[in-house]
């Protein structure tokens, strides 16, 4: 039960881990950039209550005139920006209301992470499955 467990684990980790990167890759293909202002810092706690990240309130002018203000889809902790600064969004033309700040919206490190951790439980949940399958065989 355990390696058909570590497997499911590993696949769900690099498949999740694939989509942050293809989500990301995507995002920043189409995205187009404008200066922006932090107007506030919103903080989500996370689900187990040790901690939280900070997410910036971007106010941005769009390419056809649209005035915009959002949370951005990416934060971190501590905040990359604080209220005021003045910075440079990269936001969807479909949507402006999907918009980061510029550097930000790589979801690369938290993707290549997922893909990593999701290889090795798989490559270790079959790994053990075969020494099981091969001990039993044995004796």
Known sequence: ?????FTIVGLAF????LRFLRTARRFRAVA????????DLRFHSTAHGDGGTWY?????TTAD??????????GRRPPAAQPGDAVTVA???ADPTKAALEGTAGGGVI?????????TFAVLGLAIGVVFLLLRNVL
Do not use: H, K, W
């Not at 910036?56 to 941005?60: C, G, I, Q, Y």
């Open 1 to 5: 039960m355990v390696p058909v467990i």
């Open 14 to 17: 690099g498949v999740s881990g």
């Open 32 to 39: 187009l950039r404008a200066p922006g202002l932090v107007t």
């Open 56 to 60: 910036p309130v971007l106010r941005f």
């Open 65 to 74: 005139g649209r005035d915009v203000e959002t949370e951005a889809m990416y």
């Open 91 to 93: 936001y969807d033309p």
């Open 111 to 119: 993707g290549v992470l997922f893909v990593a951790l999701g290889s």
